[in-house]
C-alpha cells in the first residue's frame, strides 16, 4: 500500500481489528461513534442492518461464551480522505473457519480521534472469475 495514506488512519485499523479480534469491550465501545450504522450483505442478498448496540451485543456475547480470539488478519486496499471523513476498504478474514470479506469502513474523526461511523461487510469475490461490473464495450471508441 503506499505509504502516502495517513498513518493516523492506518494505526487506528490496527487498533481496531486488534481491539476487536480479542473482544475488548471497553476499548472496541469508545472506537465506534454512537450512530453507527453496521451493514451485511445476507445469503439471500438482502441488506442486514444493525446498530452499535446489536454490534456489541454479538462480540460480548462470544467473549462471554469464551470463544478464542478472532484473527486480526487484515489487508488495507485503499483508503480516502476528505476533512474530518474517511473510506477505508480492506481484506479482513475473521478466522479460517470463516469467509474472507471485503470491508468498508467509514470513519469520522471526532475531538481529534478517528471513529468508525459505519461498517459494510460484503464476500470476498472470487477475482478469478471476476468479470468487472460493466459489460465489455460492443461499439468501437473513435
Keep these: 500500500m503506499p505509504q502516502s495514506h495517513n498513518p493516523e488512519?492506518?494505526?487506528?485499523?490496527?487498533v481496531l481489528a486488534d481491539t476487536g479480534s480479542h473482544y475488548r469491550m471497553d476499548e472496541m465501545e469508545a472506537l465506534y461513534t454512537e450512530d453507527l450504522g453496521f451493514l451485511v450483505l445476507t445469503p439471500q442478498g438482502d441488506v442486514a442492518r444493525f446498530s452499535k448496540p446489536e454490534m456489541m451485543a454479538e462480540f460480548r456475547s462470544r467473549r462471554d461464551a469464551g470463544e478464542a480470539p478472532?484473527?486480526?488478519?487484515?489487508?488495507?486496499?485503499?483508503?480516502?480522505?476528505?476533512?474530518d471523513e474517511a473510506t477505508a476498504?480492506?481484506?479482513r478474514r475473521m478466522s479460517q473457519n470463516a469467509d474472507p470479506a471485503l470491508y468498508e469502513l467509514r470513519l469520522r474523526r471526532t475531538n481529534g480521534k478517528w471513529l468508525v461511523?459505519?461498517?459494510?461487510v460484503l464476500p470476498w469475490p472470487d477475482l478469478a472469475n471476476a468479470k468487472?461490473?460493466?459489460?465489455?464495450?460492443?461499439v468501437a471508441q473513435a
Excluded: M, N, V, Y
Aim: proline share 6%.
Design 89 to 91: 476498504i480492506l481484506f
Design 132 to 138: 468487472g461490473f460493466l459489460p465489455p464495450r460492443t
Design 9 to 14: 488512519i492506518i494505526a487506528f485499523i490496527d
Design 117 to 120: 461511523a459505519g461498517e459494510t
Design 70 to 83: 478472532l484473527s486480526t488478519e487484515k489487508r488495507i486496499l485503499h483508503i480516502e480522505e476528505q476533512g
